[in-house]
């Protein structure tokens, strides 16, 4: 977290120190909570009765121990990366979308009808269409809470979460046997394959990574710019942290509000395009990601600061991909995996815990972003 | 005399500022002793100490000659400390005796025993002389006599040391007239009061003894046959204060807003603005003046864009503005310099610089379509902060990092950074100091002699008086008069404020009662 984050600003270098200093207690909070969750899952695989130098050993190997490894945890860190950035995005405009995974879903239903029905398309043509489409649907996806939010006022969690049944439950639907989707020569529940033409070339053969992960580091890069460099990030930050006072600057808060929904779904549908277009080629029933949640977690590790979403990213996915091997070499659960992620997510949350643990003093009570802003409006 | 309470050496510090450094504050048996000081002199964080809300790094607390300990505002309670503070802890759907009783209700027999604490109640009221009936609602009483219910509670309590927290600032003159008489009643009567106010004149009108705090050290102590108006604001500052805003005459230019039988609706769908009209030239100032929450607010929003209006019209420079947005209102040419620098004001997680394109970053120089140029922004904020000394690190610094002067100072600078027309100022100068509000007073004054239209909307009497051309009282959502600013003496105003015409004299006056 070195060269890119010292980039955050972008900015003579005064600027910089001048932010540095008053944050960097901040920075090293989910440093200490990602280390505290990790001292807690030590005493648990410890009480449990297993090893916990194995456990661990195998959690890193797991993730990082070979090419393989690697390869694999930058394959789970491409999706998480995309989604997290969406949520973040949203935190930025004081909005809270749940929706990521509904998002995600739309995005790869889009990219993948695309990506087999389109015929006759040169790759340069075929490939850019069906990522492109596959955002859309996610935009699409976010942009319908955002529109309610703005013209009746209903809250976007509420209507993130119902969007997430509609997606979900849509996908079924299209993709199940004698479902409009369904590809009616194979066995199980799935669309048909994608074109050659529509599919994300692998980085590395033989390893699965994809070229989405490309798209992912340059989304890095875009939100930030978006949120620092232009007038509509100017926008969407200054109706995250005050929308009062937005309003009173001649803003409309609301057009805002969804423009960064649009935007938000835009990313989750990225993340969702690039999984089938990179690793799955079709769509099948029952695909349960679990990214659209997790990037909430990621989110808010990252502090919604879009330089820091790809570190917290790899680090969940090095949780994810090393548990399995952990599981082998220690004879502990996958779950205990998540018992960590959970305590990383509460010590970030409750940074007073932190704050207490390791004795920071409290920062200055300005807080940079508004998660979230109650139920009313 | 004896003491009622003393603290000795008090020091508090909070992260990098020194809240209060070696204070010491005597108190005397029956005294009204003033503790005066500009915002972030230490004046609320040493009350806080007192009433157990902080607990002070060095020191210690005498009450009557004994050492007391006070950890929480329930013990200081216990040992006869009551505060009343500036925003009022009542429940208005409750009555008086029921307010005043709350947390330590009197039982018989498991139940509630009113009227037991309505004669308590009344009690209080023959012997200190604070009318007020036990069975009436809080949410129909006027502002003054919900604070005598403050009063009553802490007495209620056996406050023996009465702390009142800027007690006029939501209270009409007459209304102040009455508290002060209040104050004198219960110091007759061995009550010892510390009055908390930055307001020069109040502290002659009823201190004993004046304590003045600067920095969070106590920088004299005097009487008002002592001190002088100027000497004390000195004091205060820290240097000579010019009391008294100059200016020359006004020049009146053409009409720039006018105001058409406007009716404006609050949050709660009441009609809070209920007919008003008037008109602003170029180049005068015209001062709003009225009691808090009678309109000014919801006034300013309409004006302003804020708040959809329900009736009437506004024009600005000729144009119907009545429906616009406020981007549009600013554009053409209208400053607003906002009652609340919080909530409107500021983006306080954003830096100076970024707060002081508030409303002008997407127009070059700092914005070439949507592309932002951080450069023009920082520049430019480097120049206003030079201009309008605002006291900072560095124009990267949060802008919720700074003082609340140099906050209002931040606004100022955004404001007139623009060509404007007209400037809509409510409550300038709220919660600022002396220094800070010399400052402001001289920029309005400036921009009306460089043939701005003024309109100026304050609770502060002196405010109004010095700084307008004309002045219009504003009671109840309606003009209810109006006067060139030389016929306007504090009596005409109070009355007015009061909702009393002119024409029907003092009778019904409810500070009558």
Known sequence: ?377 | MALALEMRGITKRFPGVLANDHISFQLEKGEIHCLLGENGAGKTTLMNILYGLYRPDEGRIFLDSREAHIRSPHDAIAQGIGMVHQHFMLIPVMTVAENVILGMEITRRGVLDRSQAARRIREFSHQYGLDVDPTAYVKDLPVGLQQRVEIVKALYRGADVLILDEPTAVLTPQESEELFRIMRSLAGQGKSIIFITHKLKEVFAVADRITVLRDGRVVGMTTPKEATESRLAAMMVGREVILSVEKKPAQMGDVVLKVEDLQVKDDRGYMAVDGISLEVHAGEILGIAGVQGNGQTELVEALTGLRPVAGGKVVILGDDATADRPREIIEQGVAHIPEDRHKHGLVLSFPLADNLVLSTYYRPPFAYGIAINNDAIDENGHRLIAEFDVRTPSVYSLAGTLSGGNQQKLIVAREFSRPIKLLIAAQPTRGLDVGSTEFIHQRLVQRRDAGCAVLLVSVELDEIMSLSDRVAVIYRGKIIGSMPADRATPEVLGLLMAGVKETEGPTGDRSDR
């Not at chain 1, 749940?98 to 995005?107: T, V």
């Not at chain 1, 529109?147 to 969690?157: I, P, Q, S, W």
């Not at chain 1, 004698?178 to 994300?200: E, F, N, Q």
């Not at chain 1, 099948?284 to 997790?294: E, H, I, K, L, R």
């Open chain 1, 1 to 377: 977290m070195t060269a890119e984050a010292k980039k955050r600003g972008g900015i003579p270098w005064r600027k910089w120190v001048a932010a540095w200093s008053q944050r960097v207690s901040d920075l090293a909070i989910p440093f200490l909570a990602v280390f505290t969750a990790l001292a807690i899952g030590a005493v648990v695989i410890w009480a449990s009765g297993a090893s916990v130098p194995k456990a661990y050993q195998g959690l890193f190997e797991g993730a990082l121990g070979s090419p393989r490894g690697i390869a694999e945890t930058l394959v789970i860190a491409t999706p998480y990366t995309l989604a997290g950035l969406a949520v973040a995005l949203g935190f930025r405009c004081g909005l809270f979308n749940i929706g990521a995974e509904g998002q995600f879903y739309l995005g790869a239903l889009f990219a993948v009808w695309v990506g087999y029905s389109v015929k006759g398309l040169p790759i340069f043509v075929h490939l850019p269409l069906a990522i492109l489409v596959g955002a859309l649907g996610g935009a699409l996806w976010g942009a319908i809470p955002g529109f309610l939010k703005a013209r009746l006022g209903t809250h976007e969690v509420i209507n993130t979460i119902m969007m997430n049944y509609i997606a979900v439950l849509m996908v079924d639907w299209l993709v199940n046997r004698k479902g409009p989707m369904w590809d009616a020569t194979s066995t199980v529940p799935r669309t048909p394959y994608i074109l050659p033409t529509a599919t994300l070339p692998q980085l590395v053969p033989p390893y699965r990574l994809h070229a989405g992960l490309l798209i992912a580091i340059a989304a890095v890069f875009v939100v930030y710019w978006l949120l620092w460099k232009t007038t509509l990030g100017f926008e969407i930050r200054a109706v995250g942290a005050n929308p009062s006072a937005a309003k009173y600057a001649g803003m409309s808060v609301t057009r805002n509000f969804v423009l960064a929904m649009t935007f938000s779904g835009t990313l989750a549908g990225l993340a969702g395009a690039g999984e089938v277009l990179g690793l799955n080629r079709t769509l099948p029933a029952a695909f349960v990601s679990g990214y659209g949640f997790d990037s909430i977690a990621i989110a808010l590790l990252a502090k919604s600061h879009p330089l820091f979403v790809p570190f917290a990213a790899i680090l969940w996915a090095i949780l994810r991909n090393g548990a399995g091997l952990m599981q082998v070499r220690a004879g502990i659960s996958v779950d205990l995996i998540n018992i960590v992620q959970a305590l990383v997510i509460a010590f970030v949350a409750a940074d007073e815990i932190i704050r207490w643990l390791y004795r920071i003093g409290k920062k200055e009570e300005i807080k940079e972003v508004v998660f979230t802003r109650g139920w009313g409006r």
